[in-house]
Each structure stands twice: as C-alpha cells, then as structure tokens.
C-alpha cells in the first residue's frame, strides 16, 4: 500500500491526472477505513487530502453557502451563522456518527462515499446543492440530483476531486428532516426524508428506499399541483414510481414504505401543506 500526501490541491490533481492505477482520494477516512479489513491492501495508493487546507474553507454569503471539499460536520454544528442559513444541515449533522465522526467527517465524503443512505447527501439534495468537481482540465458543477449513475457509482471521473458544494439561500415555505434508526445517535438510517419548498418548487428527497439517494419526483409533482392527501396510501402510491426499497441488515422494505408514507402523510397534515 502506498500513502499520497499532496500539499496543494496542484499537487493533489497532477498526481490523479498522471497515475496509471487508481488513487483513491481520503478527506476524514471515516468511509475508507470502516472497509479496512476487506480491502486488497497490495495494489491499494490513497490520496491523502488532509493538508489540501484551501478545501477546508466554508463561504456563507447572502447568495449561497460553499462547503469546501474539506468541510466537516463539526464545522457547520459550530457555526450559528450557517446554522441559521440552513438549519437542516446542522440537525441532520448531529444525527451522524457522534463527536469524533463529526469532527473528522466530511460533507464531501458523505457524497463520495455513494452510500443510499448517507444522512448528509439528503439535506444537501432538498436544498439543491451543486457538486464542484475539478481536475487539471478544469472544473465543472453538477446538480447534486444528477451525480448518481447507479449504486456507488457517480459521474466523478477518476481524475476529478469535489473541491466544494454549493447550496443556493433562498427564502423557503418548508423545510424539515427526518432520520428514522435503531436510536437517535451511532445509527445508520433505516430510511430518512428531507423536503424543502422554495421559489423553485418541492423537492422531496429520500434515503434507503433506492440503490442511491432519491428525489420523489412524482410525489413531487402532485404538491406542485397543490395536492392533498388523505391517508398516507394516497402518499405511498405517488412514491412507487421513484422508491424500489429492499430488505436489509436493518429493516424491511415494507417497514420503509409504511415509515416513510406515514411521516410525508403526517408532516403535510401538519405544515398545511
Ligand atoms: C461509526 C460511524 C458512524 C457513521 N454514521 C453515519 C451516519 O449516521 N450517517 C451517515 O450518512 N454516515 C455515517 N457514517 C459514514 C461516514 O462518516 C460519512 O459518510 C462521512 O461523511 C464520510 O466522510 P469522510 O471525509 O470520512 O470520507 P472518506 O472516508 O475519506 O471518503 C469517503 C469516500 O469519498 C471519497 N472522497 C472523499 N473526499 C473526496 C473528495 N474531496 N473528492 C472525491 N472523492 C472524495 C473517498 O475516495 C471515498 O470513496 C459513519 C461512519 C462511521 C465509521
């Protein structure tokens, strides 16, 4: 096993535009190394990017918040600026891990990672984040909602670094999160839900009902059309066509349909929605 430690993000793209076998970039290592014992240590070459300090920069201002690449939930939970900008970030942060994942964690991996039921990639999908990816070529920005391919797979070339995420601030109607898990902290979700309403419209984002992190388009599209429901079937049924759920170590795929039907159903009786 071989260990990169680049000290500018110049150095960090040079080496992943000339390698010729993978690199494997590592922020916190908080994903990387949980898959330690699995993994065929002889071939493996980590990029660490820990000294990269330009990517640990968060930027709030009146337009949008940038979480560096860098960026760690701690960061957001100790700022009550960004907080205050976007609360969903901090309550779904202190959901994460506990302190010492949160100190070391960061918003990027949790993308990087692919995971379906990443808890950081759900809040940042309802508020429209986008995803910087950079390379020696140059940077492009992606809709956070059109980074997946598949399960664990991405449009991030092998080549390019998410040196940042961008989320719009704009006036929002609605904006709640819920994570439902064995317990409140240390618990991976069984299946979780953000849902935000601002000046774009809905966007009803879930996690661990689909091979990625999902948005409910369809269910998204009746609440544009001012629709109300009466029972929490009437939700489900618009969820079917953008959910595929399975049974795992965690819950059963009827449990997460049920679950998630029933808090969408519950906080749109409540918000008046
Ligand atoms: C005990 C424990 C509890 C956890 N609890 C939760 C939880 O409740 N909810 C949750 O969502 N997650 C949880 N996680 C998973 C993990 O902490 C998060 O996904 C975290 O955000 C990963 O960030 P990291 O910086 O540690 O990523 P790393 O492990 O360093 O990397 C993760 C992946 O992203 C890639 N990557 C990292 N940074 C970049 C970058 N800048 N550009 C391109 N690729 C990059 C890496 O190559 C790797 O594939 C938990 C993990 C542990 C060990």
């Known amino acids: 096993m071989e260990v990169i430690q680049p000290t500018s993000l110049a150095e960090a793209l040079d080496l992943l535009a000339s390698a010729d076998r993978p690199l494997t970039p590592v922020a916190g290592g908080t994903d990387v190394f949980v898959g330690w014992h699995g993994v065929d240590k002889d071939g493996l070459r980590l990029l660490d990017l820990s000294r990269l300090s330009e990517l640990r920069r968060m930027r709030l201002t009146e337009d949008s918040l940038e979480l560096g690449g860098l960026s ?4 957001v939970i100790e700022s009550s600026e960004v907080t ?4 969903l970030l901090s309550e779904s942060a202190r959901l994460i891990g506990a302190i010492q ?4 964690g960061t918003w990027a991996g949790n993308i990087g990672n692919g995971s379906p039921a990443a808890d950081g990639v759900v809040v940042m999908m309802a508020y429209d984040a986008t995803v910087v990816l950079q390379s020696r070529e140059g940077v492009c920005e992606i809709p956070l909602d059109e980074y997946y391919l598949d399960y664990k797979r991405s449009v991030r070339r092998a080549d390019q670094l998410i040196t940042a995420i961008r989320l719009p601030r704009r006036p929002r109607r609605v904006e709640w999160f819920e994570k439902v898990a064995a317990r409140r902290v240390l618990a991976i979700s069984k299946l979780g839900v953000a849902v935000v309403h601002d000046g774009h419209g809905w966007r009803v984002v879930a996690n661990s009902v689909a091979p990625t992190v999902c948005r409910c388009r369809t269910l998204e599209r009746a609440l544009e059309e001012g629709r109300r429901f009466a029972d929490p079937d009437e939700v489900l049924e618009l969820l079917e066509p953008d959910i595929s759920p399975i049974s795992d170590i965690r819950s059963t795929e009827a449990y997460r349909r049920r679950v998630l039907s029933r808090i969408l159903h519950f906080r749109f009786a409540e918000d008046g929605s």
């Open 72 to 75: 760690t939930y701690w960061q």
């Open 101 to 104: 994942i949160q100190t070391r």
């Open 84 to 87: 205050q900008a976007f609360p």
